[in-house]
């Protein structure tokens, strides 16, 4: 069985051979923690197992209400697994702010990468990894906008291909269904500490074809505009009737913030 603690919450994993454990190992390994280190309060359980004896293909997902998800294969295992823990976190702390977006850090503060899927995140991710930033998430990041905070959710980069040169895939990159996932262990920070970390700059990817790159400054009115459509908080508070209110909260909160627009 597998422990994993994200945001104060714990998380038990049970998976039915050998396998289908390396898979989460090297997806969540990041998260993994020593029994030991578990709470007595556990957030949520989650049990794995073969669809079927006679495929190696497709496996079912029983969660801690004891509803059973059919998944087909390998992505779809992960996709759940990591979707299903970022639901019941947001109902386990509904006082955080969970955005779309990667988070790494330099000189113990941290910058998130906020933008929509294909955007190349985790590419940049990967990149800046490479230079010395260390890491804390890849997909998820959970802030506690009243004290400027974010939290660790360290799940394995995941690549839908291999990154542009000069960037390689690191050594131990593991290739699990279409994706490259390169364990945490590989990356300066990770795991070390579950304590979160001061947010000092949110920014926003963009793709562009005119090399280099270019980086410009953006106003507290534009910035909601912007980290509105990465938001994946199921709160009620975040419901769309109050959008507008949120917006004046996220832009009170933020506005000291550096906040980039990166293209």
């Keep these: 069985m597998f422990v994993l603690r994200a945001c ?8 039915a051979d050998e396998a289908i ?9 990041g998260l993994i923690v020593p029994f030991s280190r578990s709470s007595s309060e556990v957030t949520g359980r989650y049990q794995i197992e073969r669809s079927n004896s006679n495929t190696a293909q497709g496996f079912r997902v029983r969660d801690f209400n004891g509803v059973y998800a059919q998944v087909e294969d390998t992505d779809a295992l992960l996709w759940h697994l990591d ?8 109902h386990r ?13 330099l000189a113990g503060g941290v910058s998130v990468l906020a933008a929509p899927p294909g955007t190349g995140k985790s590419t ?3 990149g800046l990894l490479e230079r010395g930033f260390s890491y804390l998430s890849d997909e998820l990041a959970p802030i506690d906008i009243r004290q400027r905070l974010v939290h660790h959710y360290a799940h394995a980069v995941g690549l839908k291909s291999r990154p542009p040169a000069p960037l390689q895939l690191p050594q131990g ?18 795991g070390l500490s579950e304590e979160p970390l001061p947010l000092v700059a949110v920014i926003f990817p963009e793709r562009s074809s005119e090399p280099p790159a270019k980086c410009r400054r953006i106003s507290s009115s534009v910035f909601p505009l912007n980290i509105l459509p990465q938001t ?9 009737v109050i959008w507008g209110s949120i917006n004046i909260l996220l832009t009170n909160h933020f506005q000291i913030l550096a906040n980039f627009m990166l293209f």
Excluded at 83 to 90: C, D, E, G, N, V
Excluded at 232 to 240: G, M, N, R, V
Aim: net charge positive; aromatic share 10%.
């Design 21 to 29: 454990a390396a898979i989460v190992e090297v997806a969540f390994g």
């Design 124 to 126: 940049l991710t990967l």
């Design 232 to 240: 994946t908080s199921i709160h009620p508070l975040f419901s769309p």
């Design 83 to 90: 979707k299903s823990l970022t639901i019941a976190l947001q």
């Design 8 to 15: 104060d919450s714990t998380f038990h994993i049970r998976c």
């Design 173 to 190: 990159t593991v290739a699990i269904g279409s994706r490259f996932h390169v364990p945490t262990c590989r990356f300066r920070g990770a």
């Design 93 to 105: 702390r509904p006082d955080l702010y969970f955005l779309h977006a990667a988070a790494v850090a």
